[in-house]
T-cell receptor
Framework: GQNIDQPTEMTATEGAIVQINCTYQTSGFNGLFWYQQHAGEAPTFLSYNVLDGLEEKGRFSSFLSRSKGYSYLLLKELQMKDSASYLCAVKKSSNALNFGKGTSLLVTP | DAGVIQSPRHEVTEMGQEVTLRCKLISGHNSLFWYRQTMMRGLELLIYFNNNVPIDDSGMPEDRFSAKMPNASFSTLKIQPSEPRDSAVYFC????????????FGPGTRLLVL
């Protein structure tokens, strides 16, 4: 089975940097994915990591350590529109995704 | 190109009634995923298909739930009989074979069972 843990809520200030952590325990691992979900909307794909290290994509970066079962999503130069839920997901051996419960990020002025 | 299309967008029904949710994949995609999202349990995978074949149905709650892909671009999720605990947002997502982690979600169906 799989167990994915991420903080329930975080608050950060506009213009700042925030790091959202995700830890996982899995019996099969094919990649770690991050999705963004605004309130009342569908999740949208942000990034993925298959190998250890940092993947940068504009203001967003994602890091993976497979040996530690750990990932984080780094958001720089926060904007009000970044207020959303951020879902960490592990790709299983079947290639399906197992999602964490999400971290609700509130960006304040 | 049109994204994933789901219908209905909202459904209110009474306990015991049959509910059918529909999903149309993005053209060229051949993997289809059904999810259920609630505050308590988060986003849960119910079932996923590759090329119309069910690959992982470990998340289907019980026999009351069934999913089909009658053709390569369309799927249904049926709940019969429905119960109040089935109230949730049901998402359908699609992806290309080989890139199953990069999924495109439909807008969801908000189901309320009274």
């Amino acid at each position: 089975g799989q167990n994915i843990d991420q903080p329930t809520e975080m608050t950060a200030t506009e213009g700042a940097i925030v790091q959202i952590n995700c830890t996982y325990q899995t019996s099969g691992f094919n990649g770690l994915f991050w999705y963004q979900q605004h309130a009342g909307e569908a999740p949208t794909f942000l990034s993925y990591n298959v190998l250890d290290g940092l993947e940068e994509k504009g203001r967003f970066s994602s890091f993976l350590s497979r040996s530690k079962g750990y990932s984080y999503l780094l958001l720089k130069e926060l904007q009000m529109k970044d207020s959303a839920s951020y879902l960490c997901a592990v790709k299983k051996s079947s290639n399906a995704l197992n999602f964490g419960k999400g971290t609700s990020l509130l960006v304040t002025p | 190109d049109a994204g994933v299309i789901q219908s209905p967008r909202h459904e209110v029904t009474e306990m015991g009634q049959e509910v059918t949710l529909r999903c149309k994949l993005i053209s060229g995609h051949n993997s289809l995923f059904w999810y259920r999202q609630t505050m308590m349990r988060g986003l849960e995978l119910l079932i996923y298909f590759n090329n119309n074949v069910p690959i992982d149905d470990s998340g289907m709650p019980e026999d009351r739930f069934s999913a089909k892909m009658p053709n390569a671009s369309f799927s249904t999720l049926k709940i019969q009989p429905s119960e109040p605990r089935d109230s949730a947002v049901y998402f359908c997502a699609s992806s290309r074979l080989g890139t199953e982690g990069t999924q495109y979600f439909g807008p969801g169906t908000r189901l309320l069972v009274l």
